[in-house]
């Protein structure tokens, strides 16, 4: 990992009775596009609004670009883009209108201001509805705009909270590009959703948030080697001892009888197979069938928590 441009520490945070974060650490390298995936309830709007200083923690230290962050710390929030989930756009004002007041805010004026207004109108595909009111879009092009006013001042780290809420397949890969996009040239990303594919997709490292605690924190296949994988085989006229001859397989690491044959728990299925089809030949039996069973992110969450990550 790149040195940290984002750092949580022990953040905790509760609303009355309810713990929306309870001690979550992690950091975020320059340059990374990170997920932040867990189900509706999990925190990872709290930690978002903590992270943008939209909302104070009780405890626990958040570092921006190497030093403790600060509301007042008008330098580092310039860096700082927020994709917030309800949207930040004005329905009255005009697509133009809206990119135009989000630029003022950051200070771009006259024709600067105008030419990133053009750039970023064409970056998400609304160039030809410049002058129609916010107010008039579709659930997507609302998205794409307000994807545009996140980044209107270019931002180094941009946080986006489930940013394809109520929005249409065309639109999700409009806005999948556009955040692709903006990683390529640099952006740290840090993605919220409570979408498995889209996390999947779109993050190299995710951190999977339940109950407001990390329960994981890494790569996807570092993710997915929390878990075994099974391959089930089928066979007839095997020999005695076959079982032991399966079991002697490197990267078996079990083995049971199941219909017809056996199933093995196994590291990795693809080379199992191949070994054990050698196998079979080896010793003049016949493989009837097989099937595989590889980890998913679906089933690792279902390992770390007990429940689907699905609604
Ligand atoms: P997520 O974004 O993962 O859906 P949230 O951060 O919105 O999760 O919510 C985490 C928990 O904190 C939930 O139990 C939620 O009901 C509660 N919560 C969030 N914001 C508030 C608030 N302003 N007041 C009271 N409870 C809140």
Known sequence: MQPPVLEVVGVRK???RTIALDGVSLAVGAGEMFGLLGPNGAGKTTLISILCALTDTDAGEVRLFGRPFRRSDREARRLIGIGTQDLSIYPDL???ENLRFFGKLYGLRGGELEKRVDELLSSVGLSDRA???AGTFSGGMKRRLNLAAAVVHRPKLLFLDEPTTGVDPQSRNHIFEQVKAL?????????TSHYMEEVQKLCRRIAILEGGKVLACDTLPVLLKLLDATVRVAVAGAPPGFADQLAAIPGVKSIKPA????QLVVDDAAPVLAKVAMTCAATG???????????????VFLHLTGRELRD
């Open 285 to 299: 039996t016949e493989l009837t069938a097989v099937s595989t069973r590889e980890p998913t992110l679906e089933r």
């Open 131 to 133: 002058g129609d009111r």
């Open 94 to 96: 005009s697509a133009r």
């Open 259 to 262: 219909a017809d044959g056996f």
């Open 183 to 191: 990683n390529t040239a640099g952006v740290t990303v840090v993605y």
């Open 14 to 16: 509760r609303y009355g």
